[in-house]
């Protein structure tokens, strides 16, 4: 077996102490994005008997973005809060799991879903990208706050909750339980960073597993990775790195005969070696953030 790795939560460590000297920036301490004080407005909103909208990232066209729904389509969104979608509406439905949502079929973010997947493992990080204690029911007032590596420091992020819909249901990513929204709001406040939710479409795993971590990069393409590849992905998964993988681009997302999707991205969840007929295999498991279609071939569910 490989020798172990620093211990888990040492790189995170790491950045704790990279920051400037008050320690604005850090995960303690995050930036306020666009100077909005999550707390401050929403004792506002409590205070008034209001629900939060945010002047940032208004529900509105401009935060779909451009070139990606036709006029038709646009014409038909209605921006609903979750409370309003569902009479049940919670944010967390026992707890976060890669299981809980599959992406939309409007935007190409799977880069983005792929490694939400990859952070739903890390759970002290997943704590840290979504803060504790937000609900629907307890202070509700629309606002909700998530937490994001950028450019050298940590942002803290405020949206208020509404979301797009059509016919009363969600156009981006989707919830395997309908009323779970957690998804949907990490969804839009990385839209608001990106600029749009248009500005999602199209993207690399890399892109955001950084803006999950502030982690170091590291990338190898598969025609001239190191011989020893598995084995350094087996290092990282000891170490808990977040792992994810894409598939050649073209010009459209093609499903193979093997359940592998061209164009696409996948979360790494696991990497393992095997004993069959008494020789080891290595094996590397992938998680589709469509939320169905995988691999159908040796070592697959069948």
Not at 1 to 28: F, V, W, Y
Not at 63 to 87: C, F, Y
Not at 183 to 202: R, W
Not at 213 to 220: A, E, L, P
């Amino acid at each position: 077996m490989p020798p172990p790795l620093a211990p888990h939560g040492m790189c995170l460590k790491i950045l704790n102490e990279r920051n400037t000297k008050d320690g604005m920036g850090s995960t303690t301490k995050p930036l306020k994005f666009l100077d909005q004080d999550y707390n401050t407005l929403k004792d506002n909103c409590l205070k008034k008997d209001q629900r939060f909208i945010d002047e940032f990232f208004k529900p509105d066209l401009r935060s779909i973005g451009k070139d990606l729904l036709n006029q038709h389509t646009m014409a038909k969104i209605e921006w609903k809060r979750p409370t309003v979608i569902s009479k049940i509406a919670q944010f967390v439905v026992e707890g976060v799991s890669r299981f809980d949502y599959a992406q939309g079929e409007v935007v190409g973010n799977c880069w983005f879903l792929a490694s939400v997947g990859a952070l739903t493992f890390q759970k002290n990080l997943l704590q840290h990208i979504i803060p504790q204690g937000q609900s629907f029911y307890n202070k509700y007032a629309g606002i909700f706050h998530f937490r994001f590596w950028r450019f050298g420091s940590w942002y803290d992020v405020v949206i208020d909750d509404k979301l797009p819909t059509i016919n009363g249901k969600l156009i981006f990513v989707q919830s395997k339980t309908s009323n779970e929204f957690w998804p949907a709001l990490l969804e839009k406040a990385y839209a608001k960073v990106c600029g749009s939710y248009a500005d999602m479409h199209a993207g690399r795993v890399s892109e955001a597993l950084l803006d999950f971590s502030g982690g170091v990069h590291m990338h190898f393409d598969l025609k001239s990775a190191p011989a020893d590849l598995w084995r350094m992905m087996y290092h990282a998964s000891e170490a808990h790195a977040l792992m994810g993988c894409e598939t050649a681009r073209g010009g459209r997302e093609i499903l193979l005969e093997n359940g592998i999707v061209m164009g696409h991205a996948y979360t790494v969840t696991g990497v393992y070696q095997a004993t069959f007929q008494g020789h080891p295999v290595q094996l590397v498991r992938l998680f589709n953030p469509w939320g169905n279609t995988e691999w159908n071939g040796d070592w697959s569910d069948q």
